[in-house]
């Protein structure tokens, strides 16, 4: 297919927080994979120009809204923390910092591993 032009980018700085009880444990690295898997395509510390353009044009094919990061990190804690108690609190957070507009575009969402499994109902 052809993609539309691209007129710009947006770096996004997503939060991803769990509220658990003592006797569970959380690897940080485990959220930073799952925030990281989130997005519309990965980021990385050097790049040849030929794979700058491949990770913009990947990324354009895969495009996501804010509230897009947010439902995808909800989803990813669901699946990666099934031994979590329901009364486990969520938040997930996410902001696109814009470029060429002068404000930027947030997402958050607040709630328990209990309501985010009853919506899956």
Avoid: W
């Amino acid at each position: 297919g052809c993609l539309p032009t691209i007129s710009h980018n947006q770096r996004n700085v997503t939060t991803a927080m769990l509220e658990v009880p003592e006797e569970f444990e959380v690897e940080a690295d485990d959220l930073i994979e799952i925030v990281e898997a989130s997005f519309s395509s990965p980021t990385f510390e050097i790049l040849k120009r030929t794979e700058e353009a491949n990770v913009v044009i990947t990324a354009h094919r895969n495009p996501k809204f804010v509230e897009d990061v947010v439902r995808d990190n909800l989803a990813l804690i669901l699946k990666r923390y099934p031994q979590l108690p329901d009364d486990t609190i969520v938040t997930v957070r996410s902001e696109s910092e814009e470029s060429i507009h002068k404000h930027n575009a947030m997402a958050e969402r607040v709630t328990t591993l209990g309501e985010l499994r009853s919506d899956l109902v």
